[in-house]
């Protein structure tokens, strides 16, 4: 297989901005990406959720702009454009024909200096995003069990809140939330531009210098308070809810996308329920005992920066007891720290990472987002040219070495959904 590392190039302005570049000449098309070192772990109570809304803020306009002007003009020049947040980071991008690469930088640079931060701005996004909130949390199958999950599982960390917020926090933001944030997370030493496709790197790093050079630096953000404690004991909820189905989600700390113990980890949810011809699907979905029944782990670069949680979930089937279900599926997770499992299994489960890697990396946008996302969470760009070595080396013995660390009873969080009727969800109250 021939060499496939990514040879990016790190330039700095000195403000602080980090500059990632590679230049790929094969199509005449860029990626021009931002991505902030700032997400739901920066955030604390009574502003849980501000760096989502504020990526909704990012298109009411600036000086030079008018509201929802910004993709009106990416788009009428032929490009693409979104944003998204997560809990360690928050990235905006532009894909574009090769010859507007100037614009993207322009544009991307004034709302960074001139957003228009007003009240009647912030009262309309925080609308906005209170009804995503319950489109996607609370009146969502599942979502208000995986908030109560991350909320038990995490004591101390940010990561114990989602990253959409709570309804409470997104009513009480205010102006002055918006402006400090503003400030402090969107300062250029808290910024790393990607720019990454068919363009000169000089005449690049000119036209950012040209628009973001004078841009001031900010002092550093404060660190997140603290690390999560050892879990010590399984900790279990029940989630009332209408309901047909039964289910349970749980959650196992691990550690965070800097420790080498996420490929083997990576290895095992494989193992276990990636597609139809793992041990999950097999022995639950097949027979079925389950409608569905996963371990959800993101792959690098979407791993999360701190330890975090690895998820692993079962929705019974009608008239199977949920109780039962879940015994069986500690049961395959025992078998996997017995060292029960076969070396094909693994070798299957090696393959599909790489490949899912190496697919992604057809994309000049996915490879400007593998760059600037290791970057902010890692610290250096570099070591994703390490994942095909590091998913090629996992053994079987490190896949049984991880699910006993890690998949214990102690470490584990668990939250069952118990369906009831309409009547006692009344008696409950409203949720938000």
């Known amino acids: 297989m021939r060499d496939l590392s990514l040879d990016f190039q790190l330039d700095h302005l000195a403000n602080g901005l980090k500059i990632l570049t590679l230049e790929d000449p094969s199509h005449p098309i860029v990626s021009y990406q931002i991505h902030f070192a700032t997400g739901s772990r920066n955030e604390k109570t009574g502003i849980t959720g501000i760096s989502h809304l504020f990526e909704h803020m990012m298109f009411r306009g600036s000086k030079e702009l008018g509201p929802e002007e910004f993709a009106r003009i990416i788009q009428a020049n032929g490009g693409t454009l979104n944003a998204f947040t997560t809990v360690d980071n928050t990235t905006y991008f532009e894909n574009l024909p090769a010859d507007k690469l100037e614009l993207a930088i322009k544009l991307e640079a004034e709302r960074l200096e001139n957003l228009r931060l007003t009240q009647e701005n912030l009262d309309a996004e925080r609308e906005v995003v209170r009804s995503e909130r319950k489109l996607r949390s609370v009146n969502s199958p599942f979502g208000l069990l995986i908030e109560q999950l991350f909320a038990i599982a995490f004591d101390l960390h940010p990561y114990q809140w989602p990253v959409i917020g709570w309804d409470h926090d997104l009513r009480r933001l205010t ?159 025992e078998e996997i720290k017995n060292g029960e499992f076969e070396e094909e299994e693994l070798a299957k489960a090696k393959r599909g990472l790489e490949a899912s890697f190496i697919m992604g990396l057809q994309s000049i946008f996915f490879r400007g987002l593998a760059g600037g996302l290791y970057e902010i969470k890692a610290g250096g760009w570099g070591m994703v040219n390490n994942l095909l070595k590091e998913y090629k080396g996992v053994t079987k013995e490190d896949v049984q070495r991880v699910a006993q660390r890690y998949l214990k009873e102690d470490n584990r969080t668990v939250v069952t959904l118990e369906p009831i009727t309409p009547e006692e969800n009344e008696l409950l109250g409203a949720v938000e």
């Open 175 to 333: 102006l002055d939330d918006c402006l400090q944030y503003y400030r402090r997370g969107y300062a250029p030493n808290n910024a790393v531009v990607v720019i990454i496709g068919d363009f000169l790197r000089e005449e690049a790093l000119t036209l950012v210098d040209k628009y973001y050079g004078h841009l001031k630096p900010q002092a550093p953000l404060e660190q997140v308070p603290a690390q999560e404690r050892p879990q010590r004991g399984e900790r279990r909820s029940i989630y009332k809810k209408v309901s047909q189905l039964e289910a349970f989600f749980a959650g196992f700390h691990v550690p965070g996308i800097k420790d080498p113990d996420i490929f083997p980890l990576l290895a095992l949810s494989n193992i276990l329920s990636y597609g139809r011809s793992s041990r999950f699907y097999l022995r639950f979905v097949k027979t079925g005992k389950a409608v569905e029944a996963k371990v959800e782990a993101e792959p690098p670069p979407f791993w999360p920066m701190d330890p975090g949680l690895l998820q692993v979930y079962a929705i019974a089937a009608p008239g199977v007891e949920i109780e039962a279900l879940e015994k069986e599926i500690w049961g395959a997770i």
